[in-house]
């Protein structure tokens, strides 16, 4: 795992993931909001973070995408990589416990990555918190987990490959792809 001590600590809370939550702004994006002369909304998504959460979801780890923004980008882009999307969503915490029991896991068993204030409750509740290198402060030092990268730029793909590599799914992956015929990772990543 990356940038904290006690990475057995680390190692353990990952293993037990069983869902996967992210917010979208300043996580899977860079923070940025992009608005047209008409008002529509455009965001830009790293295709690595994608593959990232393909790969989640092919390791059997629910993910759901969480943010406080109404947006259809974020829909469009749940739907493309199969994850749930949650939109314009006003408690984070609360959202999260509802997609977890519906899920039958426990809040141990849930990571949330997240960058600024509104994500702190969730962080602090879950079994495995995760920041940006560029989240906030007061947020990056509360972190379990810090990835390397910012956000939107391959963040999220670095915690997601740190979750599969200590649930021991890395070598599958690898193998899976080396086969005589490989498996598909999509093409929506």
Known sequence: MTDTPASSDLTERASRVRLACFDVDGTLTDGRLTYDSG?????????????GLVLLRR???E?????????TVVERRAAE???QACTGIGDKLRCVEGIARAAGVALEQVAFMGDDLPDL?????????????????WIHERATWRS?????????????DAVLLAQGHVESIIDALLA??????????
């Not at 993910?63 to 947006?71: C, F, M, P, Y």
């Not at 005589?180 to 990543?189: H, I």
């Open 180 to 189: 005589p015929e490989p498996m598909a990772l999509g093409t929506q990543s």
């Open 63 to 71: 993910v759901a995408l969480v943010t406080a923004r109404h947006s």
């Open 121 to 137: 409750r969730v962080m602090m509740r879950v079994g495995l918190s995760a920041c940006p290198a560029d989240a906030h402060p």
């Open 59 to 61: 390791a059997g780890i």
């Open 39 to 51: 008002g529509g909304e455009s965001k830009s998504f790293h295709v690595h973070d994608g593959q």
């Open 148 to 160: 390397r990268r910012p956000g939107g730029a391959g963040a999220v793909r670095e915690f997601a």
């Open 81 to 83: 990589l199969g994850v």
